[in-house]
């Protein structure tokens, strides 16, 4: 599973747009970008996935440059209720790899 | 919501006690999962489940003990833990054990105490 790099804490205010950014310069090329999201004593929940370029849902937003070494989960106007932890995952369907949950990036919205 | 259902929500037990957590999904997946997750850790991979076999444990101390008897259900039975075992434990399922790209699907977890 290649190894991921996220910043351990942001602080943002209600009505901005929030960008989270996950460093992975080990990807493979059949690895996936996968992100979830989990609020205190919850279980994750699945924001968003991609390969390459711009992948876009009802909650996110995600960016992923062309050397694919990076991506950014983007939150379009957050609210208090995304205060949250936010992991981001890269790996590949078809390799064995171990599932790794990294420390993620804790996100705390102002008022 | 997400499908996958947790039981009990929260369990105190005492070192010597033996109980079971429950974990129910119900959306047709192949794969169930059982993590650990201690005050401000990392998600930590228990046991993996595919269609009904361990595929995969992570050096999981012999008091936990897992049981998947159909694809829908799984088990983790507890036996004279400790303290340090205190900590919230989620199930999660996907369509098969082939995470990230497959999507996990997590329940609300158990939080359990040890006295």
């Known amino acids: 599973l290649a190894k991921t790099t996220q910043p351990i804490s942001m602080d943002s205010y209600e009505g901005q747009e929030v960008n989270i950014t996950c460093s992975h310069n080990?990807?493979?090329?059949?690895?996936?970008i996968t992100w979830y999201q989990q609020f205190p004593s919850q279980g994750p929940r699945f924001i968003i996935q991609g390969y390459k370029t711009k992948v876009t849902n009802e909650v996110a937003s995600l960016f992923i440059p062309a050397d694919r070494k990076s991506s950014t989960l983007s939150l379009p106007r957050v609210s208090l209720s995304d205060t949250a932890v936010y992991y981001c995952l890269v790996g590949d369907r078809g390799r064995d790899d171990k599932i790794i949950f990294g420390k993620g990036t804790r996100l705390h919205i102002l008022p | 919501e997400t499908g996958v259902t947790q039981t009990p929500r929260h369990l105190v037990m005492g070192m010597t006690n033996k109980k079971s957590l429950k974990c129910e999904q119900h959306l047709g997946h192949n794969a169930m999962y059982w993590y650990k997750q201690s005050a401000k850790k990392p998600l930590e991979l228990m046991f993996v489940?595919?269609?009904?076999?361990?595929?995969e444990n992570n050096s999981v101390p012999s008091r936990f003990s897992p049981e998947c008897p159909n694809s829908s259900h799984l088990f983790l039975h507890l036996h004279t833990l400790q303290p340090e075992d205190s900590a919230l434990y989620l199930c999660?399922?996907?369509?098969?054990?082939?995470?990230?790209?497959?999507?996990?699907?997590f329940g609300p977890g158990t939080r359990l105490t040890v006295l």
């Open positions: 489940y595919n269609f009904k076999e361990q595929t």
């Open positions: 080990n990807i493979a090329t059949n690895d996936y």
């Open positions: 999660a399922s996907s369509q098969d054990s082939q995470p990230p790209t497959d999507t996990q699907y």
